[in-house]
């Protein structure tokens, strides 16, 4: 399986007090290009941390992180910024949909801000709300629909820059177990719709088992890299 991001040895840490607390300590590992892995473990243990590292939020202090074949730990800071804007997309535990505008509102405005072009705005932004199931609901406000719903507006907003990968930290944590499966299923038919590559974290052991790609954190090393073979 050929790994879009690769992660050798990083650490990360951060300033307590007058030591250094290591979140993250000598982390090796790939993510799948077009496939659905897993960050998991307890809270503190890391998962965040090495989200935003992979992502290009947030710099190691140990190790190196390749995510298509260039270096990002060495790249500027506007070189990064570019990467973001144009290969990753993040969708964060709490929706942070704007409540002032529309579905499709919320949607359009993000590609704006990632810089597409006016004409391309409108088809991508229905295209994407048809994606994740909201083609009928583009014209609501977020108060007007379920958790699960706005939550999926979130999708549909990620990954209209087309973002090679997407990142989930915790997507489903403030959902229903059968909401929390509708996401999930949104997901992978984003998979198979748009060839993405998606990586997201959970505390939910019961949807370990619907991703292709399974890595376990505890206390900031890495316990487990199992692949489990996609059906
Ligand atoms: N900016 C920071 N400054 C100091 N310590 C931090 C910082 N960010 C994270 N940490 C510490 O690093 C450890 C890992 O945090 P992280 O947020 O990655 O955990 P997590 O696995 O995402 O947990 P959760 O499941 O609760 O979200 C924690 O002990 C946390 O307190
Ligand atoms: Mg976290």
Redesign the pocket.
């Known amino acids: 399986m050929e790994n879009i991001i690769l992660a050798e040895g990083v650490g990360r840490s951060?300033k307590?007090g007058d030591s250094d607390?290591w979140?993250l300590k000598d982390v090796t590992l790939g993510i799948p290009r077009g496939k659905l892995t897993i960050l998991r473990?307890?809270?503190?243990?890391?998962?965040?941390?090495?989200m935003n590292i992979l992502g290009a939020l947030d710099r190691p202090t140990e190790g190196r992180v390749e995510v298509d074949g260039v270096d990002i730990t060495s790249a500027s800071e506007p070189a990064r910024d570019a990467l973001r804007r144009k290969k990753i997309g993040f969708i964060f535990q709490s929706v942070a949909l704007v409540s002032m505008m529309t579905a499709f509102e919320n949607v359009e405005f993000g590609m704006r801000i990632a810089g597409v072009p006016a004409s391309e705005r409108r088809k991508r932004a229905e295209e994407c709300l048809h994606l994740v199931g909201l083609g009928s609901r583009m014209n609501h406000m977020p108060q007007e629909m379920s958790g699960g719903e706005q939550q999926r507006v979130a999708i549909a907003r990620a990954i209209a820059h087309r973002p090679a990968v997407l990142f989930a930290d915790?997507p489903t944590a403030e959902l229903d177990t059968g909401t929390a499966f509708a996401v999930m299923k949104t997901f992978r038919e984003l998979i198979e719709a748009e060839g993405v590559t998606l990586v997201m974290?959970t505390?939910d052991v019961s949807l370990v088992e619907l991703a292709d790609c399974v890595y376990e954190?505890s206390d900031?090393k890495l316990v487990t890299g199992e692949e489990v073979e996609a059906e």
């Open positions: 951060f307590a607390f979140a473990g307890r809270s503190g243990s890391g998962k965040t941390t090495l915790e974290t505390h954190l900031g």
